[in-house]
């Protein structure tokens, strides 16, 4: 972030890292699915700060924001609106309904049906919502922040791998260190680092900074670097269902945004394999179910990457 001195994202980095202590790596995951255009999916055990990053995240920003509180009884109406007759007009009139929004909490998306689920998908994918046949678009600045608890814990349902593609990337804060935990205990003896926050870009910044990000360059090496590194999860023995076309893209797009905020002109196969995991992990379905812990996730991408050859010059 050095190298974005004079840049809002510098500032917006430190809102998050003012609230987030001790997970630097993931805030930088997080404003490259910013960077992106994509959504984001937070996967952690409860009280480990996934709603506390999306509300800093949202705060940061001088947009519209929504938070759905995702219940087992939640109806896909309760997302996307409802036409409501009215009886003096003799018509209905659509109540859009809180996916109409730039920056939409979805906290805790494992606790809602997957019939529920699903009414984010177009959403998701295409930035409309169709009611009663007819379709209305979203806002051109719309970011899904999902949060979600293990599927270990009872009354959770697992995402269908549908919804799962929908997300660029999928992120863990996981517990701090002791330094770290110190610092959070500290700084919340009188108010919450959250009310200190104050919106440090708009929608009209973040997209030129979205089409910054497109215009970083990659090359032809490393666009067949990143097709190789997607088909190997499909031929590995280890997965049953690899990573589709929509895996290769999102690789694609999260490496121009994470060149851009680590101040690089091109994207390397460093950058690619920072992202490996938290691009492609939820995106794969594995033979073995104890492939779906992160730990073992790790070890999984580490293999896969040393299996397949750097390209020579990167760079160029």
């Known amino acids: 972030m050095n190298d974005l001195a004079n840049n809002p994202l510098k500032l917006l980095f430190q809102n ?5 202590i001790g997970s630097k790596e993931s805030l930088l995951l997080t404003l490259a699915t910013l960077l992106s255009n994509g959504h984001l999916l937070i996967e952690d055990a409860p009280g480990l700060g996934k709603t506390t990053l999306a509300k800093a995240l949202a705060r940061s920003m001088s947009v519209d924001f929504r938070r759905l509180q995702c219940t087992p ?12 007759f009215n009886l003096e007009e003799h018509q209905f009139h659509f109540h859009p309904g809180p996916v109409f929004t730039n920056i939409l909490l979805v906290d805790e998306i494992n606790r809602a049906t997957p019939r529920t689920q699903s009414a984010l998908l177009e959403a998701m994918s295409e930035g409309t919502v169709t009611i009663d046949r007819k379709t209305h678009k979203l806002d051109d600045c719309f970011m899904v922040v999902a949060t979600q608890n293990p599927v270990e814990f009872s009354g959770t349902y697992p995402l269908p791998e549908a919804q799962l593609d929908r997300f660029l990337m999928r992120i863990s804060l996981g517990y701090p260190n002791e330094d770290d935990e110190v610092h959070i ?9 959250l009310e200190g926050i104050k919106a440090v870009l708009d929608a009209e910044r973040l997209g030129k900074l979205q089409a910054m990000a497109e215009e970083i360059t990659i090359n032809q090496d490393m666009l067949r670097y990143i097709a190789k590194l997607v088909r190997a999860t499909r031929e590995h023995k280890a997965v049953r269902l690899g990573a589709s076309p929509r895996g290769s893209l999102a690789l694609m ?9 680590t ?17 492609l992990g939820h995106r794969l379905i594995f033979r073995d179910s104890s492939l779906y812990e992160l730990g073992a996730q790790e070890v ?9 050859a750097v390209p020579d010059n990167p760079e160029q």
Not at 73 to 84: A, C, E, H, R, V
Not at 253 to 261: F, T
């Open 16 to 20: 998050l890292s003012d609230v987030i």
């Open 185 to 193: 205990i500290s700084a919340q003896q009188k108010e919450h680092p």
């Open 253 to 261: 797009r999260a490496g121009k945004s994470l060149a851009l905020l």
């Open 300 to 308: 999984f991408f580490k293999e896969l990457l040393q299996s397949i």
């Open 263 to 279: 101040g690089k002109k091109t994207v390397t196969p460093h950058i690619i394999h920072k992202l490996a995991q938290p691009v």
């Open 73 to 84: 009884d939640l109806t896909p109406s309760d997302i996307t609106g409802i036409s409501i």
